[in-house]
């Protein structure tokens, strides 16, 4: 049973920087595919990004491209959100998801992932 803890969120003033960890313990971590989405009071949860197990390849939501990065360390079993250039609208709970998932299908949606973290909060005021 894979778990997932994440950690790093807080309160940031707009244009400031947050990164965010996700811990993996249980299971292979190098095997899954890890992501993040976000959830903001009275919406669905959405998609941010995803490091997919293949070495290398990552891919954003569009709202998250050139600001955000992705990134996983195989060897410590945590997966990493930069985030830069925050806006109010960023503001959600975060939650880092892991799944396994074959290629060439991408896991775009909250649906196709088995292992959630418990979430940790952004905040970001204008």
């Known amino acids: 049973q894979v778990q997932l803890v994440e950690s790093g969120g807080g309160p940031v003033q707009a244009g400031g920087s947050l990164r965010l960890s996700c811990a993996a313990s249980?299971?292979?971590?190098?095997?899954?595919?890890l992501a993040w989405f976000r959830q903001a009071p009275g919406k669905e949860r959405e998609f941010v990004a995803v490091?997919?197990?293949?070495?290398?390849?990552?891919l954003y939501a569009d709202f998250a491209k050139g600001r955000f990065t992705i990134s996983r360390d195989n060897a410590k079993n945590t997966v990493y959100l930069q985030m830069n250039s925050l806006k109010p609208e960023d503001t959600a709970l975060y939650y880092c998801?892991?799944?396994?998932?074959?290629?060439?299908?991408?896991?775009?949606?909250?649906?196709?992932?088995?292992?959630w973290g418990q979430g940790t909060q952004v905040t970001v005021s204008s």
């Open positions: 490091s997919r197990r293949s070495a290398g390849s990552m």
């Open positions: 998801a892991g799944a396994l998932i074959t290629a060439p299908v991408i896991g775009r949606s909250p649906a196709q992932y088995r292992y």
């Open positions: 249980g299971g292979t971590f190098s095997i899954y595919d």
